[in-house]
């Protein structure tokens, strides 16, 4: 017995000293050298070559200064790798092709901290509409964008130089379009550039637009990924997503996506967006501003009930890509009605799922569920998401799009958001779920929002797309926040098809604006105490509306318990953003 524990002894010791030595792979030792203008992609893809493959605990290390990268790098199933620079204003990986940066694939847990990221030529342009014809538009390019010539512009937006966020109410347009490959930007003049267009539709002569160009890849993304943490890292721009996995155990922690130096925009699409992620999602001291899309998304995705073999064995397909219906096994799915979108009757766990490439494959359930075919099965096991001191700002969308279970978001500021602030969706469209439930906003700052092209009916919106006849996304409390509207923000708090919110301690500032502070459809259970109105313009005769649109029908919501009195405290904002973020107002 004694040697054998002498045995396992040493066997510990000798695994956890494995663990402890990591070897540090600098990226000088291969070549990439910040600050001389030559090319560094294929050293520091050595160095990370080599960090992944040496074992377990390896760090490959920038040092100060600039790297100049002509392409991606790739990263495959490496155990406890470090990426690190010296610093956010230190170390910049400065991309000059339309790429991402990183593709990481099939690891255990990794850090990538202390640098930042840009690209140069920028994946969009923007300046002030001179001339605007059924074809072309001819676009006086603003500093420190430029002219580039020879793109394809995908999507013209436009942008409020004043306010410095996407255009807001009425002047607000946004033009997507697929450009023929004979369509290139050329140079008109002096600065000028001019964008080919499908169509003259909202172009005005003076319109200040962003035009962005093709989108062409993340600039952090991967897949097969285990407690990932991403630290102390901005990224300025990239030519897609900033960052996007699909990652069980996240960390994002004083990461900035943010334009640079009087740019117009920041990435081009979303900043952070996790599909089917796992475990858990924590997001500390960060920001997502200027982005083109969404500052967070996250959600699991929605498989279509295509054929049933017995109670336990059926073929799901899906409409996103194939990759998501490699959701492992063990793992639980939720199953919907097809008649009543988004009501669960069912969970079963996967016991084998098979089939060859292609959108469908047969799953097998180790209990039986008495499904139909058109029926909808979504990842029932989604991520705890729990989100502190975040900025999301001057975005074209939404802020939040949470499609999650076990939902904390507090000391965050929604500053300007085009879209909701906060939008709990689930849609049959894009094929996102499931329908969040369990889920507390508290002490919360919600400045101007919902005012731009991503509008939707409030400033948080519960609102899957597709209005079933009873709740859905359930236990929502909305506390202690302050909401100060701006002119064309809408109602503060949207409840479609929404159960259990609660509406409490919060104070809600209606500038130049009478509009009721909730909006109902097919919603029951909703309550509010204690909460002050502030309007300068007319008198709110009321604070709550049924809308009675489509499939909303005031007879489909009951419960409701929001009377009058429940908001004319008159408290000041329980919270302000200052520089150092959300903070309790103590006057
Ligand atoms: C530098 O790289 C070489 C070959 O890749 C390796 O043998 C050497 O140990 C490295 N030195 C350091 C300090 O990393
Ligand atoms: C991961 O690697 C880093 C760097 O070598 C080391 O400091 C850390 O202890 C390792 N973590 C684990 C869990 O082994
Ligand atoms: C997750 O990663 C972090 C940072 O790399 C590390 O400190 C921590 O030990 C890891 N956790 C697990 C469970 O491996
Ligand atoms: C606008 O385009 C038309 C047609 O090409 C041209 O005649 C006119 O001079 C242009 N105006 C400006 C301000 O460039
Ligand atoms: C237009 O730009 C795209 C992408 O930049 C490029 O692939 C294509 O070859 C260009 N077309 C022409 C005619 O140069
Ligand atoms: C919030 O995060 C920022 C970094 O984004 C940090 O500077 C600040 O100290 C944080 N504030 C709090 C209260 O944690
Ligand atoms: C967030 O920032 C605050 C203030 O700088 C700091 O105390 C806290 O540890 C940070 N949170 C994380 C998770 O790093
Ligand atoms: C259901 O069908 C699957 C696949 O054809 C089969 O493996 C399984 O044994 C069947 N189960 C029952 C209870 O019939
Ligand atoms: C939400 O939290 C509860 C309580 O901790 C837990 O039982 C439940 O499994 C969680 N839901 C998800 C989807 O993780
Ligand atoms: C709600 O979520 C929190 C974490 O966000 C968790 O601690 C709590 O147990 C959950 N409650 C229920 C009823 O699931
Ligand atoms: C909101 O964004 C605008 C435009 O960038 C900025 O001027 C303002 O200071 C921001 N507000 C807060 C509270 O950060
Ligand atoms: C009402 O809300 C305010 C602001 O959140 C809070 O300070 C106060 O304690 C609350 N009053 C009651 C009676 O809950």
Redesign the pocket.
Known sequence: MGFVYGCLIFLIVSLCYLDIEGRTFLVSNYSAYPNDNIDDTSGIQNALNDAASYGRNNIVLFESGTYDCFGGFTIYGATNLTIMGQGMYETLLLGHRPSGMFWIQGINTMLISSLSIDYDPLPFTAGYVVNATSTYLDVQIVPPHRPDINRQVSAILRYDPTLMRPAIGSRAYEVYQTPPNNANTTLVSNGVLRIPVAWQMYFGIGDAIVARYVSTGHVISGQSLTNITIKSVTIYTGWYMALTFKVAGLNVIDFHVKPRAGRWLSTSADCMHFGDARNYINIFNSSCEGQGDDGLNVHAYYYKVTEIFNSTALTLTEYNWPEVLNVGVGTNLEFVSGQQPFVGYATATIVSLTGNGGNSKLFIFANPINASVGDWAVVADTPTVTIRNFTAANNRARGILLQARNITVTQSLFNQTSGPAVLFGASLYWHEGPTARNVTLDQNVYISCNEGIAQGNGVISISPDLIAPVPVITNIQI???TFLNGQYSKYPIQSSNGGGVSI????FSMKNYSNPIVILCNSQNISA????VISNASVISQFVTYASTGACNSSLSSYINLPDSAFN?S??P??IATSLGVQINNF
């Open positions: 506390t202690s926040s409490r301690n919060n104070y105490f204690n909460n002050t405290a408290f000041r329980p919270v």
